[in-house]
Structure formats: structure tokens, C-alpha cells
């Protein structure tokens, strides 16, 4: 795959990552002159209904959301035997890499990452859009901080939807809400509940509820509290803990009912105000208990359990959305629950273990700051990781000769065989500054601290530096400090400037969809050529030169005559609405002439089959018939029998008067092959 040009567009250039389903490549738009992450299903996977389905469904879900902390998809597509997914492409790092490495995080970013997924969510759910599936691993963090989030395949549009599909629970366990563990209906509190986990790991680098096997879990979502943050990790403020304990409640009416208003409360944190927290929490958030204690706290909660009720939120839900529910729980969700694990056994078992896979084969980092060097070694081994003694460290908190620093730090979880370094203690002293230059920041700080150093940093608008990364540092690497000192670093961020790209050869409308997606004005100029009618010859600026965002670009349009003739796009079989699919035909001067075919094997509005097919040369201002899918209509219908009886003999032939029979039967329509359709509609 790799150096190959697929679907005659895409050269792809490197691998990016594997999935459950999915192969994602780095790849160079040949068409636009961009770069994008190329999303191709497996082939094992393009022949199963149900993958596909999932696979379309993250193309259109995603598709209609266009905001700045959700991954744009360009192009989705039929290729090669398998259907791809063309989307932007983001130089960062998955939250799930980044908790694993640095966890916990700092209460500051913990809010920045949290705030930025929340306007995510508050613009789908807005659009009737549920995620289904928050988790770390669905959240791209970019060098500068930008949050995006990523991975529909399970979204579905509606307020209220349910989470079965064929008999099995989706979504990945460790982040499922109580209603998804029931196969519940599932609303926008239960994308907030799935962030909540999300921020209780960030904040305590462990997940609120684990255990051996994914049904196990799931049930735990149910059945239990979460032991508080603040037990595990002392330096989580109070009214942090209080908004991460309320997006776990277990009812959707004891969390935050929208986005918007658990946005707020994290606003209030910020400010160092108190947030709009029930009671219960607050009191519990101002507990630090003993491991022991948390251990106990959780095993009271699983005994007795008890349901908090929020007040009503007043901005943006309906009032139907306020029902209290029933005071007791009714029996027959659960009953439910247990005939389907007796009845599929092993199968949802597998269903969990596969998209949750990679959490299973992690092991936990132990902790070994304080230990001697032996007792270190034998407890890092005994935990299926390598150990290494990066030397010595001055420390004013870890006496000489034991561990004063570890990395990764303890909690984190990685696969086995993996290294653990450590730094060994040489008492007070001073420490040599090590070189974090060219790092990002949240790196950059993670090392520094380690060295038991303070860091505060300071930004500078730099065009010459990825930003986010840091450029300068104060004191310098390899200057001797006392142990405690200041770091100041110098962190890049992103210019304004926007490079002008390569528009020559390009066509007139693919040149000005481009600069305007780019937020540049075109400004058009015909001149005289031998090269095709219709393409750029010339531009100004130049191609990489950097401008002002809003900033004219002047490109050349050869006048020759324009081709007569032009290539078919496909637009039947990719999920388009016929409104995208008319628009689509339209950018190559084509009209669409819709035919309805009825038929239960698609869904109402799909765009089964096209003709002229994709790739076929055309003349310009021809029509391409779309045939589209609608729902089957059940008549009711007469049949005449007419039966005539015939006697003969030797001499003498008989007939008897006909004998008519009349029945009344219902029959559906069958469906009539993709070529004849009652109703035609031209655009």
C-alpha cells in the first residue's frame, strides 16, 4: 500500500495505525494538495453488512459536524474492493498515550482537555448527534493543545437511541454509562457520563471502575460508586472532583443533563468558584481517605447503593427530559440482561474483549520511588518490565542511595516487557538541568518535574517552530542548579500567517474551494493559453509564500475552450443525501434525474446505484440517473380465477359454463429490478 495511489487520488505515504476494523494511512491528496489521514476498512471487513453499515455511519455522522474540535471529513469512498474515509489529518497524540505516560495531570489541563471535548459534544448533541463512545483513545491532542475528537462509527442521530445492534452491547466497557451496560436508551448524558470516566482517569491515572473481563465491568457501571478522585490523587481541588463525581452518576438525571451546563460548572472551577454540585458530592469530596479506607468506601457502595436526584437544569432539554425515574428500579431490564449473557455466552464476552482489547494486555507500572535500588529492580521484574538505572539525581526528599524519580510513574499502564527507569538518590544538592528544547510542553514539564524542578513557561508567536513546542529554556541544559529551582520555558504558538498552496493545473472550482476553505479571497483573471480551458496557469502569491488570513490570491484561468466532455464522480453507494449527491453532479456540470426504487434492503433516501457509472466520460450538461431507496408499500389486491370444465365423448362434446372465483389476498409490492421506477424527479 505504501507509495501507491489509491482510488487514483490518495498517494499514500506512511501507515498511521491499525484498528479493529480499519487501516489508517498517512496519504498526499493529489487532487486538493493536502494532506490527509486515509481511514481504509479492512477487506476481511468489506463484505459484512454490519461493519460497513458502521463504517458509512462514521462518514455521515462526522461529515455533518463541521467545528473545530471535531476531525472533518473530506471524502468518503468505494475502492479496491474495501471503502475508505478521507479525513483531516492532525500531527498529535491520542489522550489515551498521553494519560498512560503522565497521568495524573494537571488540574489545569485536565479542564482545557475536558472543555474542549465538551464544545464537541454540545455541537452534536445540539444537532441531535450521540457519540456512543468517548474514551481516550477517540481524543487526538494536538502539540498547541487543540483538542479534537474523533471516531463516530457508532453515533446515531436522535436525542434518545439504543445501543444493541444485533443482539450486543456497543461501545468499549471501562467507558460505558449504566444505560449502555442495560442496553438501555442512551441521550446526551450518557456522552457525559463516558467524559466523566474520561476525566477521572486524567486526574487520578486509573479508571473509576476495572476488573477481569468486560462483562464484569460493565456491571460495575451499575451496581457501583466510584471511590473519589481525591482518595487516590490529594491534589485534585474540591470542586473538580465534584463536577468529574456528578458526570458519574447513575442516572442521567443525577448528571449534568447538557453539555452547556456541565461546560459552566467547569468555567466555575476555573474561576475558583463553587459549582453547581449536589450536596452528597460536595461532602464527599472533601473526604481524603486512606487506600484501605477507599477500598472499604467502595465495597459499602456496592452493598448500598444510593440514588442522589440533581435538581432540574433550566437551559436547553425539553420538559419531557425531566421525568423522575421510578423509585424502583424494575426488574425486567435486568432479567433481560441475564437471559442475553446465558443465551450468547462467550459471544459478548468477545464482542467487549475485542474493542477493548489493547486495555487488557497493559500492566499496571508499580511504584518504587523510595526504594532501594535492589528492592526496585525486584519489584519492577516481578511486574513483567524491564529495569533500567538511568544514574545519579540530587533530591531533598528521598534519602541518598534509594529511588528519587521513575519513569514512567507508577500507575501507568504498558505492555509487558516494556522498560522502567529510574534515578537514584544522592541526596540534597544540585541537579543538572536536562535539555527539554524542542519537546512539547506537557513533555517538557513531565521531565523537568521529574528532576524535581519548578517549571513555569511563557509564550512566543513563532513561525519557524511546530507550536506548542518549546523554543527556548532558562537556565540552559546542562547548568547546575540546586535542587527546587525554576524552569522557565518559551513555548511556541501558532502565527496567523497562512501558506499559500499549490493551485497550478488545478481547475478553476477546485482552486476556489481550496483558498476558501484556506480563509483566503480568489480573485479570478482570464488570460490567453494553449493549456486546457478552465485550469489555473499562474498564481499570486506563489505557492508556500505566507500571507494574512483574509488575503487575496489572483490565480490565471487559461480561456481556452473548455472541454466539451467530463468524467462521472461517483456518488451512488457513499452515503451522500440526494441534496449532496445533486450538488456534487452539479460542481461538474451535471444534472441528477432521481428515480425511487422501493425496496426493505436500504434505508429510506440511500442512493443504491448510478448511470452512467463513476469514471465514464460524458458529454457536459448530461443528465445521471440516481436510483434511490424508499420504504415498500403493502396493497391489497383482487385476483380473478376463471376455471372451465371441458367434457367429451365419443360423440358429443360438452362445455360447462365458466366458473369464476374470486379471492381477496394482501401481497407486497416485490420490488421491480433497478431499472423502472413510478416516479422520476429531475434537478
Not at 486538493?32 to 476481511?44: D, N
Not at 497521568?103 to 452534536?124: C, G, H, K, N, Y
Not at 482518595?231 to 447513575?250: F, Y
Request: glycine fraction near 6%; aromatic fraction near 6%.
Amino acid at each position: 500500500m505504501i507509495g501507491r495511489v489509491f482510488d487514483d487520488r490518495y498517494e499514500v505515504v506512511r501507515k498511521l495505525g491499525s484498528g479493529g476494523m480499519a487501516d489508517v494511512f498517512l496519504a498526499n491528496d493529489c487532487l486538493l494538495g493536502r494532506q490527509v489521514a486515509l481511514k481504509i476498512l479492512s477487506t476481511r471487513f468489506a463484505g459484512d453488512e454490519q461493519f460497513v453499515e458502521r463504517f458509512r455511519r462514521e462518514a455521515s455522522s462526522a461529515a455533518s459536524l463541521n467545528h473545530p474540535n471535531i476531525v472533518q471529513i473530506y471524502d468518503r469512498g468505494e475502492a479496491e474492493g474495501t471503502y475508505y474515509i478521507a479525513m483531516e489529518y492532525l500531527e498529535g497524540r491520542s489522550l489515551k498515550e498521553i494519560i498512560l505516560r503522565y497521568a495524573p495531570l494537571s488540574p489545569d489541563l485536565v479542564i482545557s482537555v475536558a472543555t474542549q471535548i465538551l464544545e464537541a459534544l454540545r455541537f452534536a448533541h445540539r444537532r441531535d448527534i450521540i457519540h456512543r463512545d468517548i474514551k481516550p483513545q477517540n481524543i487526538i491532542v494536538e502539540s498547541d493543545g487543540r483538542v479534537h475528537v474523533t471516531d463516530f462509527g457508532i453515533a446515531r442521530a436522535g436525542k434518545v437511541s439504543t445501543m444493541t445492534e444485533a443482539g450486543s452491547i456497543l461501545g468499549t466497557a471501562h467507558y460505558l454509562s449504566p444505560e449502555q451496560a442495560q442496553g438501555q436508551p442512551v441521550e446526551a448524558a450518557s456522552d457525559l457520563y463516558a467524559l466523566g470516566v474520561v476525566m477521572y482517569e486524567m486526574v487520578t491515572g486509573k479508571l473509576p471502575f476495572d476488573g477481569d473481563n468486560p462483562v464484569g465491568i460493565a456491571m460495575k457501571h451499575v451496581h457501583e460508586q466510584p471511590v473519589p478522585p481525591r482518595s487516590i490523587n490529594p491534589d485534585v481541588p474540591e470542586n473538580l472532583e465534584a463536577v468529574i463525581l456528578r458526570a458519574l452518576g447513575k442516572h442521567p438525571t443525577e448528571r449534568y443533563l447538557t453539555a452547556q451546563a456541565m461546560l459552566d460548572d467547569l468555567q466555575r472551577v476555573q474561576d475558583g468558584l463553587p459549582v453547581a454540585a449536589p450536596a452528597a458530592y460536595a461532602e464527599e469530596a472533601t473526604q481524603v481517605m486512606t487506600p484501605a479506607a477507599a477500598a472499604a468506601a467502595a465495597a459499602a457502595n456496592q452493598a448500598t447503593q444510593i440514588r442522589r436526584r440533581v435538581p432540574d437544569e433550566e437551559d436547553s432539554l425539553p420538559q419531557a427530559y425531566y421525568e423522575e425515574p421510578p423509585r424502583r428500579q424494575s426488574v425486567w431490564p435486568w432479567i433481560l440482561v441475564i437471559v442475553l449473557i446465558l443465551a450468547l455466552g462467550g459471544a459478548a464476552y468477545a464482542i467487549f474483549s475485542s474493542w477493548d482489547r489493547a486495555a487488557d494486555e497493559l500492566f499496571e507500572v508499580p511504584g518504587v520511588v523510595g526504594l532501594s535500588v535492589d528492592q526496585a529492580k525486584q519489584k519492577i521484574e516481578a511486574a513483567k518490565f524491564k529495569f533500567e538505572n538511568e544514574g545519579d539525581q540530587a533530591s531533598s526528599d528521598v534519602p541518598e542511595g534509594a529511588v528519587a524519580r521513575q519513569d514512567p510513574a507508577e500507575g501507568v499502564r504498558l505492555a509487558e516487557g516494556e522498560t522502567v527507569r529510574v534515578w537514584i538518590s544522592t541526596g540534597e544538592g544540585q541537579v543538572d538541568v536536562p535539555n527539554v528544547v524542542g519537546k512539547d510542553q506537557i513533555e517538557a514539564t513531565q521531565i523537568l518535574a521529574g528532576y524535581g524542578l519548578d517549571v513555569k513557561d511563557k509564550q512566543e508567536t513563532s513561525e519557524d517552530h511546530e507550536p506548542g513546542t518549546v523554543i527556548r529554556q532558562n537556565p540552559p541544559a546542562g547548568e547546575s542548579v540546586d535542587a527546587g529551582a525554576t524552569v522557565i520555558i518559551t513555548v511556541a504558538i501558532a502565527s496567523d500567517m497562512v501558506a499559500v498552496p499549490r493551485l497550478i493545473e488545478k481547475t478553476e472550482e477546485i482552486a476556489i474551494a481550496l483558498l476558501e476553505s484556506m480563509n483566503l479571497v480568489p480573485k479570478v483573471e482570464p488570460v490567453e493559453s494553449t493549456l486546457t480551458g478552465g485550469t489555473v496557469v499562474d498564481q499570486s502569491p506563489a505557492e508556500g509564500e505566507k500571507v494574512e488570513p483574509g488575503s487575496t490570491v489572483t490565480i490565471y484561468i487559461s480561456n481556452a475552450p473548455a472541454p466539451t466532455t467530463v468524467v462521472v464522480p461517483a456518488v451512488a453507494g457513499l452515503g451522500y443525501s440526494i441534496s449532496q449527491a445533486t450538488a456534487r453532479l452539479a460542481q461538474y456540470e451535471l444534472r441528477a434525474r432521481i428515480k425511487y426504487y422501493e425496496t426493505p434492503d436500504y434505508d429510506p433516501g440511500w442512493i443504491i446505484q448510478q448511470d452512467p457509472a463513476a469514471g465514464e466520460v460524458v458529454e457536459r450538461g448530461s443528465s445521471v440517473e440516481l436510483l434511490v431507496a424508499e420504504e415498500p408499500t403493502t396493497t391489497t389486491t383482487t385476483s380473478t380465477t376463471t376455471t372451465t370444465t371441458t367434457t367429451t365423448t365419443s360423440t358429443t362434446t360438452t362445455t360447462q359454463p365458466p366458473t369464476t372465483v374470486t379471492t381477496a389476498t394482501t401481497t407486497t409490492t416485490a420490488p421491480p429490478e433497478p431499472t423502472t421506477s413510478p416516479s422520476v424527479t429531475e434537478y
